[in-house]
């Protein structure tokens, strides 16, 4: 296990920001990630909120309050939590197009011991996560 911090730029897409510093640490000591700490802030979101199947999009600015997820080679599966300038909290699956407002500071744990792979559950119509 190895743990990394790193903080996202203004103006990155979170989502493929974290997939892509995934690929990009990763190495054939490790089989998945996980995300132990998040914050930061967009400036706009985008959120499939729970048994939806549309997206909602929403502009900020937001204050990340939580997220946590799972990452493979095969994709990642990250939930977020956000409040506006009102503290009204709204959270859901983090789509693409989820845009840094200032920073985002997220603490990666990389997992040496276990394989994450993603495949499709005909239960649930999703990829969902398989450890191996």
């Known amino acids: 296990m190895k743990v990394i911090p790193h903080r996202f730029l203004p103006g990155q897409d979170l989502k493929k920001s974290c997939f892509q510093f995934f690929k990009d640490q990763n190495n054939s000591a490790f089989g998945g990630a996980a995300i132990v700490s998040a914050v930061g802030s967009l400036s706009q979101a ?34 977020i939590a956000l409040a506006d300038q009102e503290g009204r909290v709204i959270g859901g699956h983090l789509m693409d197009h989820c845009i840094i407002h200032t920073t985002a500071e997220i603490v990666f744990m990389f ?22």
Do not use: Q, W, Y
């Open 46 to 79: 985008h959120l499939r909120l729970a048994n939806a199947k549309a997206t909602v999009e929403l502009m900020g600015p937001f204050e990340i309050v939580a997220l946590s997820g799972t990452l493979s080679l095969d994709g990642v599966h990250l939930h």
């Open 111 to 132: 997992l040496s011991e276990h394989k994450f792979s993603r495949e499709l559950d005909l239960r649930t119509g999703f990829k969902e996560l398989k450890v191996l």
